[in-house]
DNA sequence: CATGAATGAGTCTTCATTCAT
DNA sequence: GATGAATGAAGACTCATTCAT
């Protein structure tokens, strides 16, 4: 195969494995993926993956941390441009199917709900960098409209999650039954449909 | 150890087998799981084991079969017995976070997120059984409330799984985050709020 | 196979198991022994192995614990019944070459040179309770017999050791050489004459 | 790193090779060094080493080649310069201890003992190269001057071996407990004492 | 029925050796 | 000549499954 001798090179290939990890991670779990297996999907051989991760349990965490963060920073940069409240939960709901469908977030969600379990610590490493900062975003939006009267709201913290909790459904959705063509159903008007209930729920229909 | 003579003394013992195993395959997922474990764990040896299942898989089918069917009906008898839809809804948040805290639901949920992938049929068997009648029932309400025009809804369909998402939300983040002390929130104001947002959304204020 | 039941059956098992050790870390070393090998050549396999053993490191700890203790055991009883040094030097140079000829001493040497620096732990605990204890037996004969004034010799523990030393060197030969016919040289006369010498060199002659 | 040009220059790297390996064989064992490890030790990568050596093997039976040779020239010398039985006697256990403490013969007998086994032919060359003709000039030297009825003595052969083992028991014991600060004894005391009680047995005191 | 000893397929990990740069 | 990335054979160890007791 063709040789990393960069140190750019190097970090190109240890995102091509990582990659091919998180993939036979969702597809196996963590205790069923095979080293070679993983190596052997972008081509490389059992050796060549060990010369990038000291063992499988390192390649677990670099996967997660991974492929985590971009994620935030493209949630933060919505929240952060975005007008009032409502404009936020508008943005929220067009980019949710978006990032459900495109596919790397409920696999991640689906090794993190499967295996993370047996690695309490990076469980909590992925709850303080990405869920906390993720769920803080929308808080403090949430918390300044609150102050400003804009909207009728309870405890901004649990409305947070609150918004948040159809795209974790959807994504446990979609790990389960993406084989089962049966039970599929229209992402997109379904958070079309959570953004309308929201801005009702807020008492925001008016402003949007 | 004690011997069972009797049928139901043997359907018993299935049963208690099968606990042990949601146990340990939510603590170390299917795979990681030692059948030795799942026998010792309510004290017995790993022959015995299987003398109730033919095989590790097999016990897997079996913990899904057991532990979702009583909790479907449980929400049944809710929705049919509750009065219109803003008793169900009050139902419904009341009874949730109960469920979440009684454990057994998240355990399922993990377990079937985790592994199912690499057991497809039970996925869908799952769904069949459990989940397309969970939703069928909310459905079902929410289509009764629309035609005598009780609410303003779109696709009841969707709304149901909007009904329900939180509820997979605070398992997933049971599962994830039940070690981790900074994690918790208080999931009875959670699912209140819940409530108190949907009939908002639906238009059902006055009524409540 | 048969199998252990009983306590003693189990631990018959365990000698055998280290017993055949022995033999694969004597003809390959440590390292290069394998835990397949070591079992099937007692007609098990690798699994029956590690009922018994948690670990090749475990299971080299124990060959050496199980095959040391016998023959200081039996050197000390020499010692003990032997009138005199003269009798004390008859017996050992007696006994060596059957000890020597008759293999497990030499193969217990052998591992330990080889495969002891890896071991650090091991080849202490080893002098401690059959170096130091073999020494002090022989020692504490010529420091009898010099304050009786019957030998004329130096520092006693170093006699001690230039007593044994041939013990050494013939074990040593043996292990290296025991495939080379062109080496072989006569047991028998060479402990004899060790004997001769040792006594002269302790101007014991005329008692001898 | 640098490169060797010349043929010397390429001689030398061999012998620099030799030592590290005759090292790591040391404080590893043969199947436990690594030849990284080896090439790395001075200052070189795995891939150099096996421009001068094709293989581990081939490496192993060049350390030995290597380093006995000088120690047999050193001793014949010495046997030849010295006058009578008595002089080489001294000559020896004078010379013994240094060559002891100096480290590279004890390395090399542990090298032998603990892997040659695997190397029968690596083991023969060695006793025919190094060990018989140490023996030789010993045994030499014995015969002479029995027949000039000088010493008293059984066969010169076996006498001659006499001489060595304490050599021997004093390298393996080096090789056993370097690292066990307990175990020290004084090496030129003993062998000190050594020359004094071979030169009793050979009834040679008062020629000493 | 229940037990746990025995088996052997399966997987992680190491490292001698090769070879592109 | 020198380097170190890539390979893959080999071996320790685990554990589902079987079966003698």
Chains 1, 2, 3, 4 share one sequence.
Do not use: C
């Amino acid at each position: 195969m063709q040789r990393a001798r960069t140190p750019e090179a190097k970090d190109d290939r240890r995102g091509v494995f990582a990659g091919a990890a998180l993939d036979e991670f969702y597809e196996k779990g963590f205790a069923a993926a095979r080293m070679e297996d993983i190596a052997r999907r972008v081509g490389f051989s059992k050796g060549a993956l060990y010369l990038y991760f000291d063992s499988k349990e390192a390649l677990f965490e670099a996967v997660v941390e991974n492929f985590a963060m971009p994620n935030v920073a493209r949630l933060e940069t919505v929240a952060a441009t975005a007008g009032g409240v409502g404009a936020v939960i508008d943005a929220m709901t067009t980019l949710a199917p978006v990032i459900i469908r495109e596919g790397r977030i409920p696999k991640i969600a689906k090794v993190l709900i499967g295996d993370a379990p047996a690695f309490p610590a990076v469980a909590t490493a992925y709850r303080q960098k990405v869920i906390d900062r993720v769920l803080a975003v929308i808080t403090g939006v949430l918390k300044k409209a609150k102050a400003a009267s804009e909207i009728d709201i309870g405890e901004p913290a649990l409305a947070a999650r609150l918004i948040v909790a159809p795209m974790i459904f959807s994504a446990v959705w979609r790990i389960m039954f993406e084989h089962d063509d049966e039970a599929h159903f229209d992402l997109d008007a379904f958070f079309s449909q959570h953004g309308i209930m929201l801005k009702r729920a807020f008492k925001l229909e008016a402003a949007a």
